[in-house]
């Protein structure tokens, strides 16, 4: 009955097309670090049918995780012609699993997954792909089966290594003989956490430096915080430069840091350096608290409406949609970096720049 209805509803997004001589009524993609609003993101052009869309979450552990929950519900919401059925896993991967087979039992059209882990999916999505639901991925990855449509995220390992090629220029500037590193990592099996550490640690490998530790804060403010005091018991007085994973858990080792009585930020003892730059965090920049933030954007939704107008038309969408992403700094000295053999703008984070911020 699906195939029926998407196949009749495809036909008739063909005839009205053509009938009004356009294309697709939006194909771009979010610009960067743009959050269209949700009436800027193309509805499916079937005015006649609703399309349900189940969404399996992580859960609510971070700023980003609202900022990205908030995009799907603006965006594939009834005035759309949508209706989402939205689940908070809670990080639970047992739960995210049962979350998926209830939108197979429900006969959802369209299913999005945002990974808690990157692998134990390939049972599930044969499971989809038997009941005839395509799925799309976003955010994180899924490393064990490629039974999905499409994946819309980040290039999480060129975050960690655009992080690594800044601190490298930053303390040659700063006239830093060496770099004593504490890394507080985000949650454990996530392709994130994945890719940030094993960017960041590929520098530090190159250039010699010491990662002292390197343990889980859970991308939570609280788990920052408890990493955070216990290095500062142990490393107190040795480290010189502090990598979060989040902006969460920047929050939380900025407290431990005041607690512990550790200076960090621009004229600090510390080089504060976090991940996903949403504004309040790109407001430290620019206070000089935070040293770097390297933009994770998580306004993924946008895109996904696109996917599944692209999937109701008959079209073929890509396998691998990067969103696009930014690194901003508390100072000038760092205007640009090479990563990868490509040349990445560093933004100073000026009050303007953070005033522009979508998100
Ligand atoms: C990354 C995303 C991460 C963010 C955290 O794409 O999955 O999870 O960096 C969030 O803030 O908790």
Redesign the pocket.
Known sequence: MKKIIATALSMTMAMSLAACGGGAASSAAPAASSAPAASQASAPAASDGVITVGFAQ??H?????TA?TKSAQDVFSAANGYDLKFVDCDNDSAAQLEAVRNFIEQDVDYIII?PIVSTGWDTVLTECEDAGIPVIVI??TIDDSDKYVSWV??D?KIEGLACGEWLKAYAADKGMSEINALVIE??TG???TIGRTDGFKEIADREGWNIMASQSGD??EAGGQEVMESYCQSYKGKFNVVIC????EAAGAMTAMDNAGITYGVGGDVVLVS??ANKPYVQMVCDGKINANFE?N?MAAPTVSEIIQDLEAGKTPEKEIYVPEHWFAAEDNVPSIDVNGETLEVIHATQDVVDARPY
């Open positions: 992580v859960g552990e971070s700023d980003w995780r990205s945002d955010d994180r995220g980040s999480f985000g949650s996530a392709s994130a991308f939570t994973q989040n902006d969460n991940f996903d994770c998580p």
